[in-house]
Nanobody, 117 residues
């Protein structure tokens, strides 16, 4: 089992920055991929960014150059630095981890990010 808890969401003006953090606990050693997803109102959940244990990253076109994923092994956290935020970035952001044991994806409860224009 893997437990994920997001923090760092809030309200920010367009052009501002936020840093989301995902605290990870439990059986973390088989995790091969960590990711951030988001879901805006009345829209489907979408992949924003991901980081594999090999260090490979993925960013959605809409956030490239503005968002950066990172991992802090000492604190066992997975982070998303969001710069130059836009109103269209407003969504609930979810931390996710994919475990090789059982090929299962785990989810946090989400944190709200609101960008005002």
């Amino acid at each position: 089992q893997v437990q994920l808890v997001e923090s760092g969401g809030g309200v920010v003006q367009a052009g501002g920055s936020l840093r989301l953090s995902c605290a990870t606990s439990g059986s973390t050693y088989p995790i091969v991929n960590r990711a951030w997803y988001r879901q805006a109102r009345e829209k489907e959940r979408e992949l924003v960014a991901s980081l594999t244990t090999n260090g490979d990253t993925y960013y959605a076109d809409s956030v490239k150059g503005r968002f950066t994923v990172s991992r802090d092994n000492a604190k066992n956290t997975f982070n998303l630095q969001m710069n130059s935020l836009k109103p269209e970035d407003t969504a609930v952001y979810y931390c996710s981890a994919y475990s090789a044991i059982g090929a299962r994806r785990y989810w946090g409860r989400g944190t709200q990010v609101t960008v005002s224009s």
